[in-house]
């Protein structure tokens, strides 16, 4: 009964290339989409978010798209540096009590 | 501004132990979720509250989970008796629900280890 579903566990890229981590949601009423970044040992923080009404949002290095046919959001990351290295989760907002739904994560690792 | 605290960072403790996990929000946020990260279900929620008060606790996973928050600065995660599947990071996050974007600000995490 997952709702927000990131289908990828890892994902290994080359410095200076484009990064797309995916995501995909069942629940239609999900009004907002968010993006965390997590390095070891820290909490995760917050990077880039986009609600139900667009479908792209851009934020410098990073953009994230959201096909609403498809319950489907991607974050790109571009270009790509070793210092992305982390582990991404997507998760979305149901309702006003602002409680998020997350994904399980995926590691991004880029290689110098 | 000082972040979302919380304490203590690590926690190795036997099985059957009593564990309390302690949590102090953002000053001036209305929010607090406590989180629980695994390999599997990525970061789960257990329990959240909002001005004070439970609102939703379908995500503690058995009786022996229990959560309270006295007032505004302070919320426990209290585990008893604690088992080995209890091992987990668990975060606690807070945030300020007139915020239209939804972000919500987490701690740096407990890493309870149960023997």
């Known amino acids: 009964d997952q709702q927000v579903k990131q289908n990828s566990p890892s994902l290994s890229v080359q410095e200076g290339r484009i990064s797309i981590l995916n995501c995909d949601y069942t629940?239609?009423?999900?009004?907002?989409f968010l993006w965390y970044k997590k390095y070891p040992a820290e909490g995760p923080t917050f990077l880039i978010s986009?609600?139900?009404?667009?479908d792209k949002n851009e934020d410098g290095r990073f953009t994230v798209f959201l096909n609403k046919s498809a319950k489907h959001l991607s974050l790109h990351i571009v270009p790509s540096q070793p210092g992305d290295s982390a582990v991404y989760f997507c998760?979305?907002?149901?309702?006003?009590?602002?409680?998020?739904?997350f994904g399980q994560g995926t590691t991004l690792q880029v290689k110098p | 501004d000082a972040g979302v605290i919380q304490s203590p960072r690590h926690e190795v403790t036997e099985m059957g132990q009593e564990v309390t996990l302690r949590c102090k929000p953002i000053?001036?946020?209305?929010?607090l979720f406590w989180y629980r990260q695994t390999m599997m279900r990525g970061l789960e929620l257990l329990i959240y509250?909002?001005?004070?008060?439970?609102?939703?606790d379908s995500g503690m996973p058995e009786d022996r989970f229990s959560a309270k928050m006295p007032n505004a600065s302070f919320s426990t995660l209290k585990i008893q008796p604690s088992e080995p599947r209890d091992s987990a990071v668990y975060f606690c996050?807070?945030?300020?629900?007139?915020?239209?974007?939804?972000?919500?600000?987490f701690g740096e995490g407990s890493r309870l280890t149960v023997l």
């Open positions: 996050a807070s945030s300020l629900t007139t915020r239209n974007t939804g972000e919500l600000f």
């Open positions: 629940n239609s009423m999900f009004d907002y």
């Open positions: 986009i609600s139900s009404i667009k």
């Open positions: 998760a979305a907002r149901g309702d006003h009590t602002g409680k998020l739904i």
């Open positions: 000053s001036g946020h209305n929010s």
């Open positions: 509250f909002n001005n004070n008060v439970p609102i939703d």
